[in-house]
């Protein structure tokens, strides 16, 4: 599943949602990212395209499933206005076995972080920029290219 929200994201709520019936799922791995206070920032402002971003996202989640062997992955994304210390994100990945949900979770993290389509706005003490992917990020999905479970 994916969803977009402008809502405050609960990550032990979606958690202990995600957990309910999983009696063959081996490993449930999670991530929740929250906005950090790097260098005056003081909010960080997302903008997506209604339909056309969930369906990217729903893509690679399949791909994810397919490529781990997920019994089942979820996507939940904030989107307009996110302070500094809430989540922004949260990704969870069932499998069979642990390592196919850490993969996988880290996969789908990796593909939100340099190439979801999103519009990210960082709100500073000295004005609003644009956030691009890093380096970093583009490198860390780059890794999958050659990294098969």
Avoid: N
């Avoid at 339909?51 to 939940?76: H, K, M, N, S």
């Amino acid at each position: 599943m994916v969803r977009l929200s402008s809502d405050l994201i609960d990550p032990g709520a979606l958690l202990s949602a995600f957990l309910v019936g999983r009696s063959d799922t081996g490993g449930v791995v999670s991530f929740t990212g929250l906005v950090r206070a790097d260098e005056g920032v003081e909010a960080l402002e997302l903008e997506a395209y209604p339909g056309f971003t969930e369906a990217e996202i729903e893509r690679v989640r399949a791909q994810a499933l397919e490529r781990f062997t997920l019994d089942d992955a979820l996507c939940v994304h904030r989107i307009g206005r996110v302070a500094i210390g809430e989540p922004v994100v949260f990704v969870a990945a069932a499998a069979r076995h642990r390592r196919a949900a850490f993969e996988g979770a880290d996969y789908l993290m990796d593909y939100l972080k340099s190439q979801a389509p999103f519009w990210k706005k960082s709100h500073e003490r000295s004005g609003a920029r644009w956030i691009e992917p890093t380096e970093r990020d583009h490198a860390d999905l780059a890794r999958w290219e050659t990294h098969r479970p």
